[in-house]
């Protein structure tokens, strides 16, 4: 492995301008997610007057908000959160596919690193373990894929 050229990202967020993005439904849980998320930022170095919190209606308006963010407020990075809980009906299959295909979408078409926090449970159960519980807390995880892929970026 000494002999490889190996380009990986350090995990300080000094300097950086960080856009959280997060839903209002079932905020019991996204709450969770978004304290995390700001939990992990500013713990690693970013200063809190550079991050910036904006609320949508739910994980289907989160790509268009995003897209906006990146496209006119050249942040460097987002971190989208939001929760999915199934229900009744075939909706929770359209939100979740729609969301996370528009996420991708703005990611490629943007070259601005979006961590992706949305979580896509059949039960609220599922949700609240990952929500900062038993298996960890995804708020967190998006915004550490974040920032590790916005300074792997800067080396390329
Ligand atoms: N939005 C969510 O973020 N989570 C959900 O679980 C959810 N369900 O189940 O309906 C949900 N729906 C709202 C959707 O994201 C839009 O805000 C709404 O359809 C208006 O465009």
Redesign the pocket.
């Known amino acids: 492995m000494n002999d490889i050229t190996t380009i990986a990202g350090q995990l300080n967020a000094q300097g950086l301008k960080i856009a959280i993005v997060a ?4 905020d019991f849980i ?1 709450d969770r997610l978004v304290a995390g998320a700001v939990d992990y930022l500013t713990r690693h170095g970013l200063d809190p007057a550079t991050l910036t919190l904006v609320r ?7 790509p268009l908000v995003c897209r906006k963010l990146v496209t006119a407020h050249r942040f460097d990075g987002l971190v989208a959160l ?6 009744a009906t075939p ?2 299959d359209y ?1 979740c596919a729609e ?1 996370t295909k528009g996420l991708a979408h703005t990611m490629l078409e943007s070259g601005t690193p979006i961590g992706f926090g ?1 979580l896509t449970c059949d039960t609220i159960e599922q949700a609240i373990e990952r929500a900062g519980s038993k298996a960890g807390n995804k708020g967190v995880e998006a915004a550490a894929a974040m920032l590790e892929t916005v300074r792997v970026l800067e080396q390329l």
């Open positions: 839903s209002r439904f079932n996204v949508v209606p739910g994980a289907f308006e989160l939001g929760a999915v809980i199934r229900g909706h929770f939100v969301a949305l």
